[in-house]
């Protein structure tokens, strides 16, 4: 080859590289946030009916969510700098406070996961009904088949991540399709529509805004699916993670304050039995064959995000099982057979504890998303002030006091947010079981010696080890 085509050639190979790292960090971001954009589907609604149907304060309480978000994700960044190979906010608890502090999180993760099976198959079972009503007298046994039929699919393994990714960009191109021919339509007053609260304005605000946090869940997945990068050093690891994290806010608050403005300009309030809010928005700004694209790929995201749930649950569970390291030493704490797995390496038996579990509480709730909700805001929160509450402390060990600062506020907002859930009562059960599970674990860990790495597992689950 001639020496002035070599420089060409060098070229080319930058630019492939290059075009293979951008197709990588928006495969890994895309997947990764369907979570929380699938959390659109019933947060806003959720918001709505917290504030008894005032459309009126519906944005303020929505921009006040999306805002709490990314103080979460400020603060986030650093422990995804601090542990770039993954570990999330159980290594950050681990290391601030002792190996055995590391449950609270883990647990808190394990109820979360269930719950996100839950609220996924059930506000799926809620889109599909919304568009085919016949549906509705069978609303828990559509959402039972649905945890079902998710998490058979889980046992075929891990390659359903690229199908998240996929499922999340067509929902989010067919929202913004929906908001575009909103703009144009004319109000078509539905539903539940009030002009107060039931309290002052900020009041109503301040108490209604946690219960759609319920948006939060799934924004600190990247600090622990950064350890899915085995390609990438610690310093590609850090950048994905942090990218994912900014673009998810960016994604996930275009899309709710778009879908919040929406519903306040054409009229949606608490919808009647058997719809959703978004469903009616849709059906109200969008023809018909958009009305329907936009219900079947909401569907499909929310069982994306149980699948998601399914893969990473059981995955949680096989990293905290009893095994034989590589230096030939016993570690672990759950019985063996939670590490088996089948051909496709899916750890069946905790995907079957996970269909069973996560089957009990959609049977309990009726199939109906809006009754998991406030449960759901609180495991991911207790997670949250954990992993912040061990930030606060390497900023003040480190000297580093804007970073300490910023930490307290975090610690401040997510710890009011979760103070007011439990304050409604109910959701304080979320806190029992993940507190007792947390107790129950640790119980475990000591029996079993108190094996070192319980801080890893997180990212010991989501790199597959």
């Known amino acids: 080859m001639p020496e002035t085509s070599q420089p060409g050639v060098a070229r080319g190979r930058v630019a492939v590289a290059l075009n293979a790292r951008l197709a990588l960090l928006l495969a890994f971001a895309f997947a990764v946030m369907a979570d929380p954009v699938s959390s659109v589907a019933y947060a806003i609604e959720a918001a709505l009916r917290a504030l008894d149907g005032d459309l009126g304060l519906l944005l303020p309480a929505m921009t006040l969510v999306v805002a709490v978000i990314a103080l979460v994700i400020v603060n986030y960044q650093q422990l995804i700098a601090r542990y770039p190979q993954g570990g999330g906010a159980s290594a950050a608890t681990g290391e601030a406070f002792g190996e055995g502090w590391a449950f609270v999180p883990i647990a808190a993760l394990i109820v979360d996961f269930v719950l996100t099976i839950a609220i996924s198959v059930s506000a799926g079972a809620s889109a599909m009904i919304a568009y085919i009503p ?30 998240f990714g996929a499922m999340t960009i067509a929902f989010i191109a067919v929202s913004m399709a929906v908001l575009a021919f909103g703009l144009g339509a004319h109000p078509q007053p539905i539903g539940t529509i009030t002009t107060t609260a039931g309290h002052r304005s900020v009041l109503a605000v301040v108490l209604a805004f946690p219960v759609a946090m319920a948006l939060a869940t799934g924004v600190e997945a990247p600090s622990s699916a950064i350890a899915q990068l085995g390609q990438l050093d610690d310093r590609g690891r850090r950048y994905f993670g942090k990218v994912t994290l900014w673009l998810t806010l960016a994604i996930v608050g275009a899309i709710t304050l778009g879908l919040t403005l929406e519903a306040h300009h054409l009229r949606v309030g608490v919808p009647p039995e058997g719809t959703t809010q978004i469903a009616e928005l849709a059906r109200i700004a969008a023809p018909a064959p958009l009305f329907a694209a936009f219900q079947l790929v909401t569907a499909l995201l929310l069982l994306s995000a149980a699948s998601s749930s399914f893969q990473a649950g059981p995955g949680l569970l096989k990293a905290l099982a009893r095994h034989t390291d590589a230096a030939g030493r016993s570690t672990g704490i759950l019985p063996r057979m939670l590490a088996r797995t089948n051909t496709r390496h899916t750890p069946y038996w905790g995907v079957a504890w996970f269909t069973g579990i996560a089957a009990a509480v959609t049977v309990a709730a009726g199939g109906y998303d809006q009754r998991l909700v406030l449960f759901y805001a609180v495991a991911v929160f207790l997670s949250f002030l954990a992993g912040l509450v061990a930030m606060a402390v390497f900023s003040h060990r480190e000297g580093r006091f ?11 907002v997510v710890g009011f947010t979760l103070l007011v859930n439990l304050a409604r009562g109910e959701p304080v059960f979320s806190l029992l079981v993940a507190l007792l599970l947390a107790a129950g674990l640790h119980l475990m860990w000591v029996k079993a010696g108190r094996p070192r790495g319980v801080g890893d597992v997180e990212a010991l689950a989501e790199g597959g080890t």
Not at 141 to 161: C, K, M
Request: hydrophobic share 65%.
């Open 134 to 163: 016949a549906l509705a007298p069978e609303r828990s046994v559509l959402a039972l088949a649905l945890v079902v039929l998710v998490g058979a699919a889980t046992w075929f393994g891990h390659s359903g991540r690229m199908v």
């Open 402 to 412: 804007r970073s300490l600062m910023l930490n307290i506020v975090g610690v401040v």
